[in-house]
């Protein structure tokens, strides 16, 4: 029985992608065959795609973490759910299992109930979204009402998801982007203060909002020389999360400043936290628990079709988006 699927036969980029008939893949021990009804992308797939991704692929490959469907097969040993279930996948590290087609097996460790609430677009953009936020501001900050919060790049996905943990805590959101573009969709999406970093000065817009006080936690995807432009404006005992790499691999800390805030950064990533049992159930739990509520619902920026997929990948690399790209394979 044959699906189609995102394949690619060597390193290149978007334009090694290509939509194939392939054969219809069958559940091992622990799997589940998931019916894909929609599916998100992320910037780690390009990376993935160039060979630039600590995971190496094994050619030719799919690629893909992110997607909500209807369980079709059910492999040995899976517990806890069964055929017909409606369930959306945690991305989690691996190189085996490529969901970005009409029919994928995940392991069924992580994957999570698709909520009644959500629409298939928002269920296959929750768990990437939220649990990358949720370790490092629910559980190692421990994020409180009086806290400032500093997001920068808040326009994507990850970024979303922070703001929305942050104002359910009742936390003050100060966010960035690099220009005036996005800023009315930023404050649309909850944040209290928008900077945008090409235009103004980011340490004195912090120190503005805060009083003086400055930020107690910063959650950072761009990294490099930007660790700079606010280490001025760190509050006393500041957590700072750097989660991605926009600016390079290589932080640039100024350790003077630091230790003058008594600062601490943490190089974070959400697979460290997820592969134990106890901390990912918790995790999911905590924003089921919400979204039962109507709240933490992902914000979906625009869903193409699964023939425009590979449109959909070069949509990403033009930056524009607000939210989750998803493409729809119904």
């Given at each position: 029985m044959k699906t189609t699927a995102l394949q690619f036969h060597e390193a290149g980029g978007v334009d090694a992608l290509r939509i194939e008939e392939i054969e219809r893949p069958k559940p091992s021990p622990g799997e589940v065959l998931i019916d894909v009804k929609a599916f998100a992308l992320n910037r780690a797939d390009i990376l993935y795609l160039e060979d630039n991704h600590y995971s190496v692929a094994s050619l030719p490959s799919g690629l893909g973490s992110e997607a909500a469907g209807i369980i079709e097969a059910?492999?040995?040993g899976v517990?806890?759910?069964?055929?017909?279930?409606?369930?959306?996948?945690?991305?989690?590290?691996?190189?085996?299992y490529g969901v970005h087609a009409q029919h994928a097996v995940f392991n069924a460790?992580?994957?999570a109930p698709w909520?009644?609430?959500?629409?298939?677009?928002?269920?296959?953009?929750?768990?990437?979204?939220?649990?990358t936020a949720y370790y490092p501001l629910?559980?190692?900050?421990?994020?409180?009402p009086e806290d400032y919060i500093l997001i920068p790049a808040a326009s994507s996905s990850a970024g979303l998801g922070a703001i929305a943990l942050a104002k359910d805590i009742g936390a003050t959101v100060i966010a960035t982007t690099r220009t005036s573009k996005k800023t009315a969709d930023i404050f649309a999406s909850g944040a209290?203060?928008?900077v945008a970093t090409d235009e103004e000065d980011l340490?004195?817009?912090?120190?503005e909002a805060t009083s003086g006080a400055g930020v107690r936690v910063v959650y950072d995807p761009i990294g490099g020389d930007f660790v700079d432009d606010y280490a001025e404006a760190l509050g006393e005992n500041a957590l700072v999360f750097i989660y991605g790499v926009l600016r390079g691999l290589h932080a640039q800390v100024d350790i003077v400043k630091m230790v003058r805030k008594a600062a601490t950064v943490f190089p974070y990533s959400l697979f460290n936290h997820i592969r134990h049992e106890d901390q990912r159930m918790r995790g999911v739990n905590y924003?089921?628990?919400r979204q039962e509520k109507g709240l933490l619902v992902p914000k979906v920026d625009r869903v193409f079709s699964f023939d425009e997929a590979i449109e959909a990948y070069r949509y990403m690399l033009k930056g524009n988006q607000v939210g989750k790209i998803v493409v729809s394979t119904e």
């Open positions: 059910i492999g040995a517990q806890g759910f069964k055929v017909g279930d409606r369930v959306a996948t945690i991305p989690h590290a691996n190189t085996t460790d992580y994957i909520s009644d609430r959500l629409s298939k677009e928002e269920a296959t953009s929750t768990w990437m979204e939220m649990l629910i559980e190692t900050a421990k994020l409180k209290d203060y928008v340490t004195a817009r912090i120190m924003v089921l628990e």
